[in-house]
C-alpha cells in the first residue's frame, strides 16, 4: 500500500463539538446543529456534498452528510433519520451534550464546474439532505449559474424535509421547485407519484444542464434513464452514494464500490465513473 | 370557448401529441370539444364504463383507488398529459377513479369515436395506439417503482 493512502493519525480521531440544536422535522428525522465547544474550537469548514463521522460516545459512529449552508460558518448542521441504533442516539441527544465529530470526508457537488449552466437536483426522501448545501450555495450565487430545477419525491406528505424552505425557494427567480410523494391522503393536493414521472414537467437543456442526484439507489438508477433519454451526457450526472464507511479516508476498504472507495473516492460520482458498478450484485 | 382553428393550435401544442401529422391533428379536432371540471368533481369513477378520452389543458387531476375503506391517491396528472387511455379500448372500464384537485380544463373525444376513426384509418389509428401504449408502459413503470416502496426505512421491498 502506498503512503499516500494512509491518514494522519489525527483524522481518525474525533473532535468533541456541542450539540446546539435538535429540530424534528417529519415523524423519524431531525435536523442537528453542532457548535463549538469552546472560544478557541474552530470546526471545520465543508464543501457540498461531504460528510462526516459523528460519534455518539459509548454508542457508535456513522458517516452523515452535511446538510446545512457552506456559507455559514462555525457550525455544522446535519439531517438525520432515525433508523438505527446511533441515529436514535443522535436524535434523541440533548443541546449541550458532546458529539464526537471527524472530517468532514469526501468529494463535493461540481458547483465551480457548473458556473453558467442549468442545475438539476433530484432528490429522493432523505436525499434531499445532503443536497440541499448545493441548493443553498446556488442560491447565494444565483447570478453565477442559469436556471435551478429541485425535483424531490418522498414517502408521502409527511416525509416531506424542509417544507417550507422548499415552498420559499420557489419564489427565487430562475428556480423552479417541484415536489410528489409516492402515496398521498385525500388531503394532500400536490403531485402524487414517483419522483421520474416530475420528468415531463420540466424542458431541460442538455447541452448546459448539471444534474446532482441523491437517493435509493434504485431510484437513481431510475433518474438516470430519464437523464440519458433526454440528452444528458453521462460526466454531467453526479450521483451521491452510500455505503458502509467505517475509516472514511480509504483505509478499511468497508465502503468498497468496484475499484472505488466510496468515502474518499466519492461519495459523488460521475454515472461516467459509477454505470459499470451500480447494481451490480454483491457490490 | 376554443374556436375550431384555435382547437387545431392546442392540439398541435399538446405534449401527448407532439409529432403528430397535421392530418391526424385535423381529424382530432373534428372530434374534441372543450369541457370543465369543478375543483373536487370526480371525473368518473373506477369501473365507470370508459366513455371518453380527455388531454388536460390546464389544472390537476388526482387517480385514486379505493381499497379497505380508504381512499389512495396513487398519481396526479396536469397539463400536457392525457386522462382516460381506457376509452380506447372497446371493452374496458375506468381503472381508477378520477378527481379534479383543481378547476380544470380539457379537451374530450368520445372513446366511440375515436375508435372508429382509428378503424377507418389505420396510420392514424397507429399512431395514437403509440402514444397511449407509451404512457401506458411509463404508468406501469411508474407504479412498480411505488410498490417498491424506495424510501422506506427498511430500503426498498424486494420479496
Redesign the interface.
Known amino acids: 500500500m502506498s503512503a499516500l493512502t494512509l491518514a494522519p493519525p489525527d483524522v481518525m480521531i474525533p473532535v468533541a463539538a456541542r450539540l446546539a440544536t435538535v429540530d424534528k422535522e417529519t415523524h423519524?428525522t431531525f435536523t442537528l446543529t453542532l457548535a463549538a465547544n469552546s472560544r478557541e474550537q474552530e470546526l471545520p469548514a465543508f464543501a457540498p456534498g461531504q460528510f462526516s463521522m459523528l460519534y455518539v460516545f459509548a454508542t457508535g459512529e456513522l458517516p452523515i452528510s452535511i446538510s446545512g449552508d457552506p456559507a455559514e460558518r462555525g457550525k455544522l448542521v446535519y439531517t438525520v433519520?432515525s433508523?438505527g441504533k446511533v441515529t436514535h442516539a443522535l436524535v434523541t441527544s440533548r443541546p449541550g451534550e458532546s458529539i464526537g465529530v471527524r472530517g468532514p470526508f469526501g468529494t463535493a457537488w461540481p458547483l465551480k464546474e457548473s458556473y453558467g449552466r442549468d442545475v438539476l437536483i433530484v432528490a429522493?426522501?432523505?436525499g434531499l439532505a445532503p443536497l440541499r448545501p448545493a441548493i443553498l450555495h446556488v442560491l447565494r450565487h444565483r447570478g453565477d449559474y442559469g436556471r435551478l430545477i429541485v425535483l424531490y419525491?418522498?414517502?408521502s406528505p409527511q416525509?416531506l424535509l424542509f417544507r417550507k424552505q422548499l415552498s420559499a425557494w420557489n419564489y427565487v427567480p430562475d428556480t423552479l421547485i417541484i415536489n410528489?410523494v409516492?402515496?398521498?391522503?385525500?388531503s394532500?393536493?400536490?403531485?402524487?407519484?414517483?419522483v421520474?414521472?416530475l420528468f415531463?414537467?420540466v424542458r431541460l437543456q442538455p447541452a448546459r444542464t448539471t444534474a446532482m442526484v441523491c437517493?435509493?439507489e434504485?431510484?437513481m438508477r431510475?433518474v438516470v434513464r430519464e437523464l440519458l433519454a433526454r440528452g444528458l451526457s453521462d460526466e454531467d450526472i453526479h450521483l451521491s452514494m452510500e455505503r458502509n464507511m467505517k475509516c472514511a479516508v480509504g483505509f478499511c476498504g468497508h465502503c468498497q464500490l468496484g475499484p472505488y472507495f466510496v468515502c474518499k473516492d466519492g461519495p459523488i460520482f460521475t454515472y461516467g465513473k459509477l454505470k459499470r458498478w451500480m447494481d451490480r450484485y454483491e457490490l | 370557448m376554443i374556436k375550431s382553428k384555435n382547437l387545431v393550435e392546442t392540439l398541435k401544442e399538446h405534449a401527448f401529441l407532439a409529432g403528430f401529422r397535421p392530418a391526424h391533428i385535423d381529424r382530432l379536432a373534428a372530434m374534441a370539444h372543450e369541457v370543465h371540471f369543478e375543483r373536487d368533481q370526480v371525473i368518473f369513477r373506477e369501473g365507470d364504463e370508459s366513455s371518453f378520452f380527455y388531454l388536460i389543458l390546464s389544472g390537476k387531476v388526482a387517480l385514486e383507488v379505493t381499497a379497505l375503506g380508504k381512499t389512495l391517491r396513487v398519481q396526479t396528472l396536469r397539463e400536457g398529459e392525457e386522462l382516460g387511455w381506457s376509452s380506447a379500448m372497446e371493452t374496458s372500464s375506468k381503472h381508477f377513479q378520477a378527481r379534479a384537485l383543481t378547476v380544470v380544463r380539457a379537451l374530450a373525444f368520445d372513446g366511440a369515436r375515436l375508435r372508429e376513426a382509428c378503424e377507418q384509418e389505420c396510420a392514424f389509428g397507429y399512431a395514437l395506439m403509440r402514444r397511449l401504449l407509451s404512457v401506458v408502459a411509463s404508468r406501469l413503470q411508474a407504479f412498480r417503482l411505488q410498490l417498491l416502496d424506495m424510501y422506506s426505512p427498511e430500503g426498498p421491498k424486494t420479496s
Open positions: 423519524d433519520r433508523v429522493g426522501g432523505i419525491g418522498a414517502r416525509d410528489t409516492d402515496y398521498g391522503g385525500l394532500w393536493r400536490g403531485n402524487v407519484g414517483v421520474t414521472t415531463r414537467h437517493g435509493p434504485i431510484m431510475y
